[in-house]
């Protein structure tokens, strides 16, 4: 993709479309950005403001990056505006140690990616055009994700968020909802499902009867008990499709207290690979 850094400019008088702005605590921010227009940078600590030019080519957008190095360690809150007609589709700010992200006018924005930082909250409400979500290994307590149809994956994994309800994306393909706490997974909505991964969680039952695209289900180091276990290889279902890098179809349930005692040949003879 060709980047080009436009200019400098002191103000935003002409930066007109949607902003974003995100709070940081690190020395050294680094962001990848996805979309066709300018853009307006503002660092937060007094430096001038930086304009740049994403281009779209044939439909295709490399994220173009965004480095800045802090001279002090104050927490800095980072603006990027859009100009006016700017598109910004895809959004990666992973590990800047980011204690606050606000993306509620950015609408167009269909992937977000905000992985190791230390948000409390994050409020995707408003991006409804949303295929991709995940925010591992955060600080949330809670997730609102019911006004996101079009989501296609989601991760949630390392957060602390006890409660999961993904009844409204019946769309998503692909579902992280590791080490959160969960007691309940409710996925009988989430027909189109092929990997689903709740490992390192509480649940203590498991119906996957609803997913009859699953190729891999990881479970392990949950409470799921011998009974629970059966129960859950009698709802898996027996299609033959390709399973996960094209291996069989694959469920992982080490680490669960019936994990000796279960009749894993429930799940063997629906061509499932137990492990």
């Known amino acids: 993709m060709n980047k080009e850094n436009l200019n400098k400019t002191s103000g935003f008088a002409e930066a007109k479309g949607s902003e974003m ?17 300018t853009i307006l940078v503002n660092w937060g600590d007094g430096s001038p403001n930086e304009t740049h030019n994403i281009i779209l080519i044939d439909r295709t957008c490399d994220s173009y990056n965004l480095k800045h190095k802090y001279s002090n360690e104050d927490t800095h809150t980072i603006t990027i505006t859009g100009f ?13 140690q980011l204690t606050d992200l606000d993306v509620s006018k950015n609408t167009t924005l269909e992937i977000l990616w905000c992985e ?19 925010f591992r290994d955060n600080l949330l307590t809670s ?64 119906d996957v009867g609803k997913n009859t695209a699953l190729t891999r289900l990881v479970c392990f180091f949950n409470l799921l008990q011998s009974s629970a276990l059966n129960n859950l290889f009698e709802t898996l279902h027996d299609n033959a499709i390709s399973g996960y890098d094209g291996r069989c179809k694959e469920i992982e349930i080490y680490g669960n207290p019936g994990e000796e005692d279960c009749d894993i040949f429930i799940a063997e003879k629906k061509g499932w690979k137990v492990l």
């Open 21 to 37: 702005t995100m709070t940081s605590l690190a020395k050294e921010v680094e962001i990848d950005i996805c979309g066709s227009g």
């Open 84 to 96: 006016e007609n700017t598109v910004l589709t895809e959004l990666y700010c992973d590990s800047n």
């Open 116 to 134: 190791e930082n230390l948000l409390s909250k994050l409020n995707v409400s408003k991006n409804i055009a949303l295929t991709e979500l995940c």
């Open 143 to 206: 997730l609102d994700v019911s006004k996101n149809t079009a989501l296609k994956g989601l991760c949630c994994s390392d957060n602390k968020l006890m409660s999961l309800d993904v009844s409204n994306n019946t769309g998503l393909t692909w579902l992280y909802c590791n080490n959160i706490q969960l007691t309940v997974l409710d996925v009988s909505k989430n027909t189109a499902l092929t990997e689903l991964c709740c490992y390192d969680n509480q649940i203590i039952n498991l």
